[in-house]
């Protein structure tokens, strides 16, 4: 069993809007949503993100 942040990771139920298609209001929300999320410590570091990626992807990643 894994037992890092990484392991909570999903995808939202609802895809992320088409940014090139918002209006200057839509597109203001939504950066206010992600400064919501930060606030309130919904965020994972990108460190951590990255160092999981590497682990679950290594053998594709050695290819190149």
Do not use: C, W, Y
Not at 19 to 25: F, G
Not at 42 to 58: D, G, N, S, T, Y
Request: a positive charge.
């Amino acid at each position: 069993m894994k037992n890092d942040a990484t392991q909570n990771m999903k995808l939202p139920a609802v895809p992320a809007p088409d940014m090139s298609k918002l209006t200057r209001k839509q597109l203001k929300a939504e950066i206010e949503k992600g400064f919501a999320d930060a606030a309130a410590g919904r965020v994972i570091p990108a460190v951590e993100v990255f160092a999981h990626l590497r682990k679950e992807h290594q053998s594709s990643i050695s290819q190149f």
